[in-house]
C-alpha cells in the first residue's frame, strides 16, 4: 500500500489543531498553559510530516506549501494572539487610552515576520547545518513562555506585562524570525559526539533547567541556542 499521503495528511492535522488553538486564544476558554499543550502536539506534528516524509522520500511542492501554511497558523499567528492578550492585560495607564486601544495590535508583527521567514525558507536552499533566522517553531514556544509566565501573578508576571517590555519582546522576535543569522539546525543524522558537540550542550543544558525551572527555562535554553550558534558559526572563523 503507498503511504505516501501520509505527511500531507499530518500537515493538515497540524493545521487543524492550529484553527482549535486559534480559537480557544480568542474565546479564552482555557489557560494559556493548557493550550500550551496542544501546541506541544503541533511541534510533534511538525517534526513528524518532514521525517516521514523523507523516510516515504514522499516530498512534494505541494507538502513545502502546506507545511508552511500549517507553520504560519500554528506557530505565527498563534504567537500574534498571545502577543495581542498580553498587551490587552498589561496596564494601558503608562501610554494613555487612545494609544492603548491600538498598540494591542502591534503584537502581529510577529505574525507578519513569521510570515516572511516562511516564505524565504521556501524560496531558499535549506542547509542541513544551520537554519537562517529563529525557526518558527522555537518562537512560538518562546512566547507562550512569556505568555504562561505573564498569567502567573508573580513578580515575573508584573515584569513582563509591560507595554515597553512587550514591545521589546515583539521587536527582538521578529528581528530573530526574519535574520539571516545562523542558527544550529537539529536535524541530527547520527548520535555521534563528534560534529553534534554543540547540540548536545544545549541539549545538555536545557533538560536539567526545565526539569528544575518547568516554563521559566525556556528564555534561557532559547537564549543558549542562539549564543551557542553564533560563537558556532562565527567566533570559530576569527
Not at 30 to 49: E, G
Not at 109 to 129: C, E, F, G, M, Q
Not at 135 to 151: C, D, E, G, H
Not at 163 to 189: A, C, P
Request: aromatic content about 14%.
Amino acid at each position: 500500500m503507498n503511504f505516501k499521503f501520509l505527511p500531507n495528511l499530518i500537515t493538515l492535522f497540524n493545521l487543524f489543531l492550529g484553527c482549535i488553538i486559534v480559537l480557544l486564544l480568542i474565546e479564552n476558554n482555557l489557560k494559556v498553559k493548557h493550550v500550551f499543550i496542544i501546541s506541544v502536539i503541533c511541534l510533534i506534528l511538525d517534526y513528524l510530516d518532514g521525517y516521514i516524509a523523507r523516510k516515504l522520500n514522499a516530498k512534494s511542492d505541494i507538502g513545502i506549501q502546506l507545511d508552511s501554511l500549517a507553520d504560519l497558523v500554528s506557530f505565527g499567528f498563534v504567537p500574534g494572539i498571545l502577543l495581542y492578550n498580553m498587551f490587552i492585560a498589561a496596564p494601558s495607564s503608562s501610554v494613555g487610552s487612545i494609544s492603548s486601544s491600538f498598540i494591542p495590535f502591534l503584537g502581529f508583527i510577529v505574525t507578519l515576520s513569521s510570515a516572511y521567514r516562511l516564505a524565504r525558507y521556501n524560496t531558499r536552499k535549506s542547509s542541513s547545518k544551520f537554519f537562517r533566522g529563529l525557526p518558527t517553531p522555537a518562537n512560538s514556544v518562546l512566547i507562550y513562555s512569556f505568555a504562561i509566565i505573564s498569567a502567573e501573578g508573580n513578580s515575573f508576571s508584573i515584569i513582563i506585562l509591560d507595554y515597553n517590555v512587550l514591545m521589546l519582546i515583539v521587536i527582538v522576535s521578529s528581528i530573530l524570525l526574519v535574520s539571516n543569522l545562523k542558527l544550529l539546525n537539529f536535524r541530527i543524522k547520527s548520535l555521534k559526539f563528534k560534529g553534534n558537540r554543540r547540540r548536545f550542550f544545549i541539549i545538555f543544558i536545557s533538560i536539567p533547567s526545565l526539569i528544575i525551572f518547568g516554563i521559566y527555562a525556556i528564555p534561557l535554553v532559547i537564549s543558549v541556542y542562539i549564543l551557542t550558534s553564533i560563537f558556532t558559526f562565527y567566533k570559530l572563523k576569527n
